[in-house]
């Protein structure tokens, strides 16, 4: 990744940062993959966010990112967990009932990229991803 910049300074501040539903419920995440997916896109956007791979997997999130320096982690993946719910409860009214308006389960991982490189990071996510499509097309 190259250096991105700030008003008066460079960075790479890169992160991988993995995070579940509540109780691990596969099922709301399975079924709405694609539109958790939108959901996280727009609330990087709209955070200065960028995305540099990320999957939706049935029963976790994985995103390897670039956060401005000038944003504290912590919170910037509190907002994005939290928009980014209430954007889904919004399109699918259900689940705040049935899920008793709760998404995300508390906490989540995160690694600075820089006790494994950026190739590494990208090849696990994007096997992780082919290894969940694999166990769907096997369960068909």
Known sequence: MDNQSLAHSKYNCTYHIVFIPKYRRKVMF???RREVGEAISKVCRMEGVTILKAATLPDHVHMYVSIPPKESVAKVVGRIKGKSALINFDRHPEY?????????????????????????????????????????????
């Open 96 to 140: 705040r009932v049935k899920y008793d308006r709760h998404f995300g389960a508390r906490g989540y991982y995160r690694e600075t990229v820089g006790n494994v490189n950026e190739a590494t990071i990208i090849k696990y996510i994007a096997d992780q991803y082919e290894r969940d499509r694999m166990e769907g097309d096997a369960k068909k």
């Open 30 to 32: 399975g079924n709405l």
